[in-house]
């Protein structure tokens, strides 16, 4: 059974920071793509975030958060992290790991598994 958990977020301060990470159990972590992606409150549309190719030879990062985030993998545990820093308002939302299946890694129907989310709140 195929299972992606998240973990990690919570309420932050503009300009604080969280980690987050995401479990994988059940998928071929070593061989997959992983992106993370947001929801921002009232949208219901998913927006990509940032994404780590297997051999972490290759990131990815959405123009929004490029130089306050890095994705970053353990092939070893199967775990996926989002260090995120100099947070914003606008980072809140529910965020979601996702396992890649094939296709663009900015696109949200390239990934084949997702997590359940974990919220992101930032607010003083």
């Known amino acids: 059974q195929v299972r992606l958990v998240e973990s990690g977020g919570g309420l932050a301060e503009p300009g604080g920071s969280l980690r987050l990470s995401c479990a994988a159990f059940?998928?071929?972590?070593?061989?997959?793509?992983m992106g993370w992606f947001r929801q921002p409150p009232g949208k219901e549309e998913r927006e990509f975030v940032c994404a780590i190719n297997w051999s972490v030879s290759g990131t990815y990062y959405a123009d929004s958060v490029k130089g306050r985030v890095t994705i970053s993998r353990d092939n070893a545990k199967a775990v996926t992290f989002l260090q995120m820093s100099s947070l914003k308002p606008e980072d809140t939302g529910v965020y979601y790991c996702a396992a890649r299946r094939a296709g663009n890694v900015y696109f949200v129907d390239s990934y084949e598994y997702w997590g359940q989310g974990t919220q992101v709140t930032v607010s003083s």
């Open positions: 059940g998928v071929a972590f070593n061989s997959s793509t």
